[in-house]
T-cell receptor
Framework: AQSVTQLGSHVSVSEGALVLLRCNYSSSVPPYLFWYVQYPNQGLQLLLKYTSAATLVKGINGFEAEFKKSETSFHLTKPSAHMSDAAEYFC?????????????FGKGTHLIIQP | KAGVTQTPRYLIKTRGQQVTLSCSPI?????VSWYQQTPGQGLQFLFEYFSETQRNKGNFPGRFSGRQFSNSRSEMNVSTLELGDSALYLCASSLLQAGAETQYFGPGTRLLVL
């Protein structure tokens, strides 16, 4: 069984500051890992994904995440926050077995950007 | 390429009614997955269809069902609606089976059950 834990349901940072959103996963098989962003009244937009090609993954809008197997983590970072980054962020895991078990999501982290 | 589209975007029903939601995947995508999003339970996997066959199902009662057509479009149906079914229902499509490919999400259908 897979699970995802996102530490902090709300994270507040100042505009221009570092963004760090934490995600820890549990999986019985090597995982695929994803970060999605959701703006109000919209669906989920893929930010980036890890599929074992490289442990440091770069995504859209200046976001990146690093896969650390020893820590079972996949934290999302952005060097400098922008007001437009305010949204809900979801970390998700999927197994590699090819089985269609869907994505398992964390509870989400609401990112607040202070001017 | 057009993204995933879902219709309708908003829906109001009363308890006991049934509802059908529609999803058109990205052109060429053969897998369609459905998720329910609520404030309390978050995002939960409902089921996934690949080439008109349901490949897996999440932990939801039998009132929740779906199907996929030969053109990969999918519908989900909820019968005997309950207040707790009020949620945002998201559809996602991917090229292959959901476990191996990135899923691209539609804007969702917001269902309110009164």
């Amino acid at each position: 069984a897979q699970s995802v834990t996102q530490l902090g349901s709300h994270v507040s940072v100042s505009e221009g500051a570092l963004v760090l959103l934490r995600c820890n996963y549990s999986s019985s098989v090597p995982p695929y890992l994803f970060w999605y962003v959701q703006y109000p009244n919209q669906g989920l937009q893929l930010l980036l994904k890890y599929t074992s090609a490289a442990t440091l993954v770069k995504g859209i809008n200046g976001f990146e995440a690093e896969f650390k197997k020893s820590e079972t983590s996949f934290h999302l970072t952005k060097p400098s926050a922008h007001m437009s980054d305010a949204a809900e962020y979801f970390c998700a895991v999927s197994d590699r077995g090819g089985g269609a078990d869907g994505l398992t999501f964390g509870k989400g982290t609401h990112l607040i950007i202070q001017p | 390429k057009a993204g995933v589209t879902q219709t309708p975007r908003y829906l109001i029903k009363t308890r006991g009614q049934q509802v059908t939601l529609s999803c058109s995947p990205i052109s060429g995508h053969r897998s369609v997955s459905w998720y329910q999003q609520t404030p309390g339970q978050g995002l939960q996997f409902l089921f996934e269809y690949f080439s008109e066959t349901q490949r897996n199902k999440g932990n939801f009662p039998g009132r929740f069902s779906g199907r996929q057509f030969s053109n990969s479009r999918s519908e989900m149906n909820v019968s005997t609606l309950e207040l707790g079914d009020s949620a945002l229902y998201l559809c996602a499509s991917s090229l292959l089976q959901a476990g191996a490919e990135t899923q691209y999400f539609g804007p969702g259908t917001r269902l309110l059950v009164l």
